[in-house]
């Protein structure tokens, strides 16, 4: 009988098929739903992330896969590759967790793709407020929020935005900021 093919052996090729099918599923909500795990309390207006977030933890679930055949696999230059992979596909969890933006009462919150910790932002620190219509290229509207030190945080009025976007004019002009509505370019 071969070799490949024993009941502990058969497990790696179990756990890949299930991170395999997992990734794909987890790929749309995963870092969503941790997102709203780690900041959904009492003063949340919106929690915000980035579709790149949703690819990288996607294509961790298929490295994390692929690592588990990999163990499934006899040899020490299959165990080695699938340690190697393992180790690359950590990197991208990581990223892909660690961005997003979030508006509270309180203060907003953004960490970009790369960054290793968040900015923290009062909304006293906005300088300007952007509405930018949709269009024939663009079937939603973004809201833009430019911050004083020059970073701009794009917030799509999409569904859970737009039920929040009462709250977040008043806090707008609450702090002396009005936004202003423009086409997109």
């Known amino acids: 009988m071969n070799q490949e093919f024993h009941e502990g052996n058969m497990m790696w ?3 890949s098929v299930i991170s395999f099918i997992s ?4 790929a749309f909500v995963g870092p969503n739903l941790l997102h709203y795990m780690f900041f ?10 980035p579709v790149i977030s949703n690819i990288l ?4 679930g298929v490295l994390l896969s692929l690592f588990f055949f990999m163990m499934y696999k006899i040899g020490k230059g299959y165990k080695i590759t699938g340690f ?3 180790i690359v596909s950590i990197p991208i969890l990581v990223l892909s967790v660690t961005n997003y933006s979030v508006l509270r009462e309180e203060k907003i919150l953004h960490n970009s793709l790369f960054s290793v910790t968040s900015t923290e932002y009062q909304w006293s620190d906005i300088e300007s407020a952007v509405l930018l219509r949709q269009n024939d290229d663009f079937d939603y509207e973004t809201l833009v929020l430019n911050m004083n030190d020059g970073e701009d945080l794009p917030f799509l009025r999409n569904g859970y935005v737009i039920s929040a976007f009462p709250k977040i004019d008043g806090m707008l002009q609450a702090n002396g900021v009005i936004f202003t ?5």
């Not at 990734?23 to 987890?26: E, P």
């Not at 509505?181 to 370019?185: F, M, N, T, Y």
């Open 13 to 15: 090729i179990v756990l």
């Open 23 to 26: 990734a794909i599923i987890f």
């Open 40 to 49: 959904s309390y009492g003063d949340i207006i919106v929690i915000q992330t």
């Open 57 to 60: 933890f996607g294509i961790f």
């Open 84 to 86: 190697v992979v393992l």
């Open 181 to 185: 509505s423009q086409e997109r370019e």
